[in-house]
């Protein structure tokens, strides 16, 4: 069991993904639903601990890296910010403070865009994650999600990104809002007419909203339909307002399954060249890619 | 006390005016926050009569008129939608059962749209007392609320509405989303940033959401800034796409203070001519114009 050389940690606001690795071979796994935002500070070491205790060979440091929100000002300990343009990884990680030797735990650091503001979290290791394994690759990567990404990516730097709502809003609109009444299901149908709905007219958001509503009441608009829908026209006015990024680009979308395919579809209408990865292993090949930055010793970590 | 000739009442989702009548005189006025939302179809007549049981004479029927969601699918009995174009109150006003003899209940129709599909509920009646107090007037009505409306008058009649979900989504976005931690208070220069990046490029709304977050972040965006300029994003983004409405037309806005100055303000900016109405005065109004709706004799109502 206890032999984990490191340790990788993808700790988002609402998860935790570990992994113990011996070079490149992933030999342990665990999640939790233990995020950022439910820890308080010195709460992060113990919930690390329950999932990993039985990994850490004893009597040795085992060098811990994590990306994600536990590096937000809210988090373990604050990750500053990299300015783009950059590489997605790089600087130093920064050092959680951690009271059981066995651990050296280190955090990747974001990124920050000047004009407009912006900030990246987590996601900067998801793409260096894809360029480890497409060495070379030019283009746009677009990273679904409560907050959606899209990264402007050249001769291995981020140029530029831009961050979207969009699957914020749609949470609280399905969840939350007056249409929570009249969303539930899928039909592709739905989803794909919201999004051409959406690119076309975009600036009608908010009146299209509403409409799902109304048609429920009026017309019956079946339930399947209204969500697919309500997400095909937040998904296609963040198409519409991205277009910039994707236009004449090609497009990897790095997200969970079946947002990523949702996507994807959206975007192969639009004749952008796709492809699909998977955010998890995105995240994993980020963190081992993140191996490099280890300061070259690694003194024990007290308190 | 007991010298009610009728009883007008506005019942929403979320709220319960009522006022007794004398002539055109409001003789009594009370309110409650149970709204349609919280009570079931039996708990309509107790939570009026609670209200207005000593304004009653007795040994008679009151006739009361009732406008708003109390006349929805969820409410006390579904007041059907009249197809516009249409004058805003017509019809056969809902008669709504009731258990007291002294009580006559009456529930104004909402209107429709078929195409695109809307409906309105509650609003036809202030836009009937607008018309009341102003008679002749044709342009549009700007009504901004939970789920703001833009309503075409031309020769007495609604021609054509559109809602929009901007008051909602202000709502949950400063209250339940990521933005949350970032908006308190409100500034007249955030607002007026806010409604000319909203109109200037509507179709950016979801990104520039975000971008409030990370200003927040990265340069100290105040928190009064950050919330008057998210209202203004939002009511930008709508005075974008109801141009086809307010262009070239007056605009009178009937709406609570301080929501209807903010949209008076920034129609103000495009040079549109707008008016202010308060909206608790014109549903009164509206209200009194319905009364000659009721039916000619009133005989009592028995469950």
């Keep these: ?3 984990a050389e490191i340790i990788a940690a993808d700790w988002g606001t609402s998860h935790l993904r570990v992994w113990g690795l011996k070079g490149d ?10 995020g950022m935002g439910q820890l ?3 709460g992060f070491e113990p919930t ?21 929100m536990a590096g937000s000002r809210q988090g373990w300990v604050e990750a500053p910010y990299r300015a783009v343009p950059c590489l997605p990884l790089g600087g130093l990680l920064a050092q959680a403070p951690c009271r059981d030797l066995r651990l050296a735990v280190h955090i990747v650091q974001g990124l920050q865009q000047a004009k407009p503001a912006d900030v990246i979290r987590g996601e900067e290791t998801q793409v260096a994650g894809f360029l480890a394994q497409n060495p070379g690759w030019d283009g746009v990567i677009c990273l679904p999600g409560t907050h959606s990404k899209w990264v402007h990516v050249s001769a291995g730097e981020v140029v530029s990104f831009q961050t979207f709502l969009t699957g914020e809003m749609f949470a609280l609109l399905s969840e939350q809002s007056v249409l929570r009444h009249s969303v539930a299901g899928w039909t592709e149908d739905g ?6 709905q959406g690119m076309e007219r975009p600036e009608r958001l908010m009146a299209r909203l509403f409409g799902l509503r109304a048609e429920a009441l009026l017309d019956g608009l079946a339930a399947d339909m209204a969500r697919a829908r309500l997400s ?8 519409a307002a991205a277009k910039p990024y994707w236009l004449g680009q090609r ?21 952008a060249p796709v492809s699909t990865h998977d955010a ?24």
């Design 48 to 68: 690390l601990l329950a999932l990993i205790a039985d990994w850490l060979p004893e009597g040795q440091v085992t060098p811990v890296i994590i990306c994600g």
């Design 280 to 303: 998890i292993a995105m995240t994993l090949a980020g963190l081992a890619a993140a191996r490099t930055l280890l300061p070259p010793e690694e003194p024990p970590c007290v308190n």
């Design 251 to 271: 497009v990897a979308v790095i997200g969970a399954a079946p947002l990523a395919q949702h996507y994807a579809q959206a975007l192969g209408t639009l004749s």
């Design 1 to 3: 069991m206890r032999d």
């Design 232 to 239: 095909g026209l937040l998904i296609g006015a963040e198409l």
């Design 40 to 42: 308080s500070r010195d």
């Design 25 to 34: 071979t992933v030999v342990h796994e665990a999640a939790s639903d233990q």
């Design 191 to 196: 989803f794909a007419e919201g999004v051409a």
